[in-house]
């Protein structure tokens, strides 16, 4: 975020615990000062305590960067550090707190949906951002809470806590949309959706079937190779002949099984030949979305982009940036 202090609170010796704590979180590059007027800064005093000298380091990259308008596109997010009510202003205390707690993002799984999310912001994310995300840890932070049907629950708490502390929620919440045919949404993913309505947070319902479908290629095929088991290049080949919408929603981990499947899945699959029903009825198992980070060497923006299609990963990306 960028983060502005007004002259009522830098003027004020009170408030410089505070501003202490917020300074802090600007030096571990979580956020970046935004100076309007520079002599106000000089004239407060705050600047001159003994043992300082970093503070005033600090300062003077900031107010060249003002000078530059280094920070006029980015950071999206604006605080001003104020007693008066001002838009975009929070009191010292609630300031401090405010830029001290992380971008939380919220899915099903922190585990393998946060996999998937390192790699969507490693290849999708300015170069800028992900040099943030190397030199200052946990300036953003993955939460789950026993998968879909709990993330709701999980997305309300958080929104109170914030209140409960007198600051706003800052945050993003993906999940799947555990879609069997295309434009479907799985009951559990449409509430999701609807807590994000209610509760003003943003948020993105994957269109495919599940993280695992937007794997790329080149990653399948560099890691079937390595695999002691010749059926995984047979299954592969299967799937790499499916028509784009059922590539998008067959089930990548457990594989293809009609046995009680509606009519309309039913459609969506009936070309598919005997063979390569056999194939897709095998998945390739629940360990298939790590070799996006075992087989990261192959991945490319492009890569990722084909296999999304819809622009929907970079538009995940634009969600998370606009909350930093």
């Not at 007004?6 to 935004?34: C, G, M, T």
């Not at 003002?66 to 001003?80: G, M, R, S, V, Y």
């Not at 993105?204 to 095929?221: A, G, H, R």
């Amino acid at each position: 975020m960028k983060v502005t202090i007004a002259e009522d609170v830098v003027s004020n010796p009170d408030y410089w615990r505070f501003l202490d704590r917020i300074i802090n979180k600007i030096a571990d590059e979580w956020h970046v000062w935004q100076i309007d007027d520079t002599e106000v800064i000089e004239a407060s005093g705050w600047l001159e305590r003994t043992g300082c000298e970093w503070l005033q380091e600090l300062f003077n990259k900031a107010a060249m960067a003002a000078d530059l308008n280094a920070h006029a596109d980015f950071p999206k997010q604006k605080i001003i550090v104020s007693t008066k009510p001002l838009t975009d202003a929070l009191p010292p205390r609630q300031a401090a707190d405010y830029v001290s707690t992380p971008l939380v993002i919220l899915m099903e799984n922190r585990f393998t949906d946060g996999l998937f999310i390192n790699s969507v912001l490693d290849f999708l994310a300015p170069e800028a951002i992900n040099e943030q995300r190397q030199n200052a840890p946990g300036f953003i932070y993955y939460d789950s809470s026993g998968g879909i049907g709990e993330l709701p629950k999980l997305i309300t708490d958080y929104v109170q806590q914030r209140k409960s502390k007198g600051i706003p929620f800052r945050g993003v919440v993906f999940t799947d949309s555990d879609a069997k045919i295309p434009g479907e949404i799985h009951k559990n993913a449409r509430l999701v959706q609807e807590t994000c309505e209610t509760e003003d947070v943003p948020c993105l319902i994957l269109s495919k079937c599940t993280i695992e479908n937007y794997i790329p290629d080149e990653v399948l095929e560099a890691w079937i190779p390595s695999t002691p088991h010749y059926e995984k290049r047979c299954i592969l080949e299967a799937v790499k002949r499916l028509k784009p919408a059922q590539r998008d929603h067959y089930p990548m981990k457990k594989g293809l099984n009609l046995s009680g499947a509606s009519a309309s899945v039913h459609k969506l699959y009936e070309n598919i030949s005997e063979a390569d029903r056999i194939e897709l009825a095998k998945g390739f198992g629940k360990e298939v979305i790590e070799k996006l980070n075992n087989f990261n060497n192959v991945i490319t923006a492009k890569a990722l982009r084909q296999r999304d299609g819809q622009g929907e990963l970079d538009y995940l990306v634009e969600l998370i940036l606009s909350e930093l």
